[in-house]
C-alpha cells in the first residue's frame, strides 16, 4: 500500500467536506426539541427517543457500512450513506407523531453512519503514512467539529424564518449536496500481503484480544456524554440558566435569551473542539494513546461534576463549553488511532465500526435517559451525574490495554515456541 508523504491530500480535503455536513446537521437535532415537542404537545421524552434511536442506528450501522467499504468500496457506502441520510430527512418532515419520527430515525442514524467517521477515519487512515496518520485523523476529526460549529445556530436562524419541516428538508438537499466531493476520494489499494488475510480471520483475532473489549468498554461513555449534552444540553440551558444581563457582552453580542445561549453553547463546544481534536491528532503520535485518552475521560469527568455543582450562568455555560469542547472529540483520533495501530488498516472500518457501535449503545442511552428522567423528575441533574461517572469508568478502562501491535505479539509468541 502506498501513501502520500503529504499531510493534506485530496482524500483528506474531501473526507473533511463530507463529515463536516453529516455532523452539522447531526448536532443540530437538539434545537428541534422543544419547536416539536411544543408543536404537537408532546412529553420530552418522544423527541428524546427519536434521537436515541438515530444515535442507536448510527451505532449498528456504522459497522455495517464500514464493512461495504471495505468490502465493496468506499465510495459506494457513502453514496448509500446520503441516500438514506436525505430521504430520512425529507420523510421526517411529514412525521406528525412521536412513532414516525422514531421509525425514521432508524434511516437518518444509518445515514449518518455512512457519512461517518468509521468509513470515512478509515478511508483517510489508508491514505496517510505513518508519520501523518495520527493528525490527519485529527484534521478529519475536527471537520466534524466545524460543522458543530454553524449547525445548530444555522438550524436556530433557519427555524427563524422557516418551520421545522421545512428546515429539514433545506438540510436534506445540503446532505445530497455531500457528493460532489466524492471524485477526490480514492484511497490507496490494499497490499498483497493484506489482502491475503480475511475479515473473518482478522475480526477473529480482534474479538479474542481483550484489548479491543476495553476499547469497546471505554467508548461507551464518550458517546453518552456527547449525545445527552447534544440533544438535551440546549433545552437545559433554556431552563435551567440564569437570565442573561442586558448590560453583557453577550447581550451585546445579540444573544439574548437562554435559548440562544444553548444554539451557541453547542457551536462552542464545536469551535473549541477543533482545537482539542487537532491538538489530540499531534499528541497521538508523540505519547501513548492509551494514556492520553485516560486523561481526557478524567478531564471530562471532572469539568461535568464542577458545572453541575456550581450555580449555572450564562458565564458556566460559556465555560463549561469550551472546557467539554477541549475534549469533545478528542478521543476520535487517539481511538481510531490506536485501533489501527493494534490491528492494521486493511478492516479498519469494520474493525473501529464495531467499536463505534459502543459509542452510539452509549449515545442511545444518554439521549433516551435525559429524555425519561426529565420527564420523571423535572430535572437533568440525575442523568448528568450518570454521566460523570461513566467517564471515570472510561479513564479507569483504558489503562491496562496492550497497544503492542497484535500482529507483533501473535509473532512474539510464535517466536518464544
Known sequence: MTHSSRLV????VSGC??????????????????????????????????????????????????AIADRFGDRKAIIAGVICYAAGLLLSAGAVTPFGHQALSILVGFGI???????????????????NRSMALGIATAAGSLGQVFGAPAAEFLLSMYSWQEVFMIFAGVVALSLFALPMMRAPAASK???????????????????????FVGFFSCGYQLAFITAHFPALVTEMCGPIDPGSTLHSMGITTTSALGAVSISLIGLANI??????????????RKYLLAGI????????????????????????????????????????GLVAHIYGLRYMGTLYGLVFFSH?????????LGGSLYDSTGSYVAVWWVGVGVGLLSAIVHLPINEVPLGKRLTGVRIGA
Request: glycine share 12%.
Open 9 to 12: 491530500t485530496p482524500v483528506l
Open 17 to 66: 467536506i463530507v463529515l463536516m455536513i453529516g455532523f452539522a446537521i447531526r448536532a443540530s437535532y437538539g434545537v428541534f426539541q422543544l419547536p416539536i415537542a411544543t408543536e404537537f404537545g408532546w412529553p420530552r421524552a418522544e423527541f428524546s427517543l427519536a434521537i436515541a434511536i438515530q444515535n442507536l442506528a448510527w451505532g449498528i450501522g456504522q459497522p455495517i457500512f464500514g
Open 113 to 131: 453512519a455512512g457519512m461517518g467517521f468509521g468509513v470515512i477515519l478509515a478511508i483517510v487512515g489508508r491514505a496517510a503514512s505513518d508519520e
Open 193 to 215: 500481503a493484506e489482502l491475503e488475510e480475511s475479515m473473518g480471520t482478522i475480526l477473529g483475532r480482534a474479538l479474542r484480544d481483550p484489548s479491543y473489549a476495553l476499547i
Open 275 to 288: 482545537a482539542g481534536t487537532l491538538y489530540a491528532g499531534w499528541l497521538g503520535k508523540r505519547y501513548s
Open 297 to 336: 475521560y478524567l478531564g471530562r469527568t471532572i469539568v461535568a461534576a464542577a458545572f453541575i455543582m456550581m450555580p449555572i450562568t450564562p458565564l458556566s455555560v460559556i465555560l463549561f463549553s469550551v472546557a467539554m469542547g477541549s475534549l469533545w472529540l478528542a478521543t476520535v483520533p487517539l481511538t481510531s
Open 360 to 368: 452510539q449503545l452509549g449515545s442511545f442511552i444518554g439521549v433516551w
